[in-house]
Nanobody, 116 residues
């Protein structure tokens, strides 16, 4: 079993910033990719950003230049720095990791709400 604990969400005004964190614990042998997905009301869950164990990153086009994903392998933690937030970024954000031990694991989700 792998547990993912997300933190850092909340309400922010347009143009503001938030930093999401996701700490993994449990039966972790080796974490390959770590990432964040978002799901807005009435929409499918979509990739926001991911980062490989060697630091290669991939971003959704709409967040490029505004969001930065990073990871701390020693702490099994992934971060998402979100700047210049827009109302359309409002969604539930889910942490995702892929490990050699158990494959894919998901966090429970954390709400990000961008509104004035």
């Amino acid at each position: 079993q792998v547990q993912l604990v997300e933190s850092g969400g909340g309400l922010v005004q347009p143009g503001g910033s938030l930093r999401l964190s996701c700490a993994a614990s449990g039966s972790i042998f080796r974490i390959y990719t770590m990432g964040w997905y978002s799901q807005a009301p009435g929409k499918q869950r979509e990739l926001v950003a991911l980062i490989t164990r060697t630091g290669i990153t991939n971003y959704r086009d709409s967040v490029k230049g505004r969001f930065t994903i990073s990871r701390d392998n020693a702490r099994n933690t992934v971060y998402l720095q979100m700047n210049s937030l827009k109302p359309e970024d409002t969604a539930v954000y889910y942490c995702h990791i892929n490990t050699a031990s158990v494959g894919d694991s998901w966090g429970q989700g954390i709400q990000v709400f961008v509104s004035s």
